[in-house]
C-alpha cells in the first residue's frame, strides 16, 4: 500500500519540473481520475481508522482536501462541481471539529490554560528548538501557598475563582512566546525560552507584586490576600522533560517549606 507521502509525491511531482515552458497538456496528466481519487480516498481512511493522533487525522484530511479541490480541473467531473463543492465543505467542517476537540484535549477547561497534555506538546516543541538555537530554556513551577485552607474558609467556588484569578495574573505578566498551563491542583508550569534564571527569578516576583496588589475579593467583597512560592530551573541540553520537572519540583518543595512567597532555585 502506498504510503501518504508517496501518494501525495505522484500529485505533486510534474509541477516540482521546474520548468517554466511547461505546456497544459503536461499539467492535466498530473490531474486525479475520478477512480485515482477514489482509490486514494480509501487510503487515506485506513490511514485514519489507525491512528488517534488528531493532529495527523487533519493533515490526512488536508491532503484529502487538496485532492478534492483537483478535481475541479478535471474534465471528467466537469458536470460534478457542485458536489465537489459539498465535498470540500463537509471536508473543512470536519477539520474545524477536529481542532475543537484538539483544543479541548489540551486545555484545562477551568481556567482555560494549557492542560498537561498540552504541555508535553509544547515542552518537546521549545526544547528541540532550545538544542538547535543552543539558547537558554526556563522552567517555571507555581503553587498557591495555603490553598487548602482558602478552600476549607472560604469554599469551592472561591478556590476555583482563585485559580481563575491567578492563571489570568499569570497570561497578562509573560509574553507570547512564553507556555503556562495548569499542572495539577494549583500548581502551575511556566515554559520561557531564550530566558536565563535570574530573568525567570524577577518573573515570579513580578507574579507575587502583582498578586498582592490585586487580591481577590470573597463573596461579602472583602479582599483575600494570595500569595504564591515558585521553583526555578534551567533545563540543560537534550534534558528530557521528566528530569527537568523533577529537579524543579525538589526546588519548590524547598520553597514551600521555608515559608510563604518563597523562590527556590535549582541548578
Known amino acids: ?72 480541473q478535471s474534465d471528467e467531473m466537469s458536470n ?12 473543512e467542517s470536519l477539520k474545524h471539529e477536529l481542532a475543537l476537540i484538539r483544543e479541548l484535549v489540551h486545555t484545562d477547561q477551568m481556567t482555560g490554560l494549557f492542560n ?72 502551575f508550569i511556566i515554559l520561557l525560552p531564550d530566558t536565563e534564571i535570574n530573568d525567570a527569578v524577577r518573573i515570579i516576583q513580578r507574579l507575587q507584586r502583582m498578586l498582592a496588589s490585586n487580591p481577590v475579593l470573597n463573596k461579602d467583597n472583602q479582599p483575600v490576600s494570595i500569595t504564591i512560592s515558585g521553583g526555578v530551573t534551567l533545563r540543560q541540553t537534550d534534558e528530557h522533560q521528566h528530569t527537568v520537572i523533577k529537579r524543579v519540583d525538589e526546588a519548590l518543595f524547598r520553597a514551600k517549606n521555608t515559608g510563604l512567597s518563597q523562590i527556590e532555585v535549582a541548578l
Open 1 to 72: 500500500m502506498q504510503t501518504l507521502s508517496e501518494m501525495r509525491l505522484k500529485l505533486v511531482k510534474s509541477s516540482e519540473v521546474g520548468e517554466e515552458n511547461e505546456t497544459s497538456e503536461e499539467s492535466s496528466k498530473a490531474l486525479l481520475t475520478v477512480d485515482e481519487y477514489y482509490q486514494h480516498a480509501e487510503q487515506y481512511a485506513h490511514e485514519i481508522r489507525k491512528t488517534h493522533d488528531v493532529n495527523e487525522i487533519i493533515r490526512i484530511l488536508d491532503a484529502v482536501l487538496s485532492e478534492t479541490r483537483d478535481l475541479h
Open 116 to 187: 498537561r497534555r498540552g504541555l508535553d506538546e509544547h515542552f518537546i516543541r521549545e526544547a528541540a528548538r532550545a538544542d538547535r538555537s543552543k539558547n537558554p530554556l526556563c522552567v517555571i513551577l507555581i503553587d498557591l501557598d495555603n490553598f487548602k485552607e482558602i478552600n476549607e474558609i472560604y469554599g469551592y467556588p472561591f478556590g476555583d475563582n482563585v485559580l481563575i484569578s491567578l492563571a489570568r495574573t499569570i497570561k497578562n505578566a509573560l509574553r507570547p512566546t512564553d507556555v503556562v498551563a495548569r499542572y495539577g491542583g494549583e500548581e
Open 80 to 91: 460534478s462541481r457542485h458536489k465537489i463543492s459539498d465535498t470540500e465543505q463537509k471536508i
